[in-house]
C-alpha cells in the first residue's frame, strides 16, 4: 500500500477530474464568448464611426444644400379666364387729307337778264338759260376731327400670367435658419465623438 505525503498528492477521484474538466472546458468557452463578445464590440465601433461619418458628410451636405435653398426662387403660373368690362370715352383730335375727286352733274334753269341795249336805251330782258353740264372737282381738303368717342365693351382675358417669388422674401427664412442652427449642432456633436 502506497503512503502519501508531501510529495506525492492523493489522486484524484473521478467526480472532482469530471468537476475539473467541466470547469476547464467553462474557462474555454467563456474565453473564446469574451473574444467573440469583443470582436463583435470592435466591430460595431468601426461601423458606427463609418456611420458617423457618413452621416457628418450627409449633414455638410445639407448645410450646403440649405444655402441653395435659400437663394431659389418659388415660380408657378396662374391662370386668367376672365372678362372685364370697359366703359370709356377717348378723345381723338386729328387733322386729316379728305382727297375729293368726283364729277358733280349740274342740269338747271338759271333765271338771268340780258341786257338789250338799243341806242341809248337799255332794256333788260329776263330769259331762262338751261344749264346742263358735269362739274369735275379732284383736290384734296384739309379736315379737322375733334372727337370724344364713347367704347363700352367686354375684353376677354385668357392668359396664364407667371409668379416668381424669391424665397428670401416668404416667412420660410427663420426656420431655414433654425434648420441651420440644428444641423450644425449635429456636425459638432459628429465632430467631437468620432476619433
Known sequence: MASYGKNNPAPLSNTVKTMLSFLFVLVIASLA????????????????????????????????????????TIQFSVPVHDEIPVKTTVKFQKTIDVPINMTIPINQQIKTQIPLKINDIT??????????????????QKVKLDLDIPIETSVPIDMNIPVNIPLKDTGLMPYIEQLRGMLQQMNESFSSQLP
Do not use: Y
Not at 44 to 72: K, N, Y
Open 123 to 140: 332794256i333788260p330782258i329776263e330769259v331762262n338759260v338751261p344749264v346742263k353740264m358735269n362739274v369735275p372737282i379732284n383736290e384734296t
Open 33 to 72: 464568448l469574451n473574444g467573440f463578445l469583443l470582436w463583435q464590440w470592435l466591430g460595431f465601433l468601426q461601423r458606427a464611426q463609418v456611420m458617423g461619418q457618413q452621416a457628418q458628410v450627409a449633414v455638410d451636405q445639407a448645410v450646403a444644400g440649405l444655402s441653395d435653398f435659400e437663394s431659389a
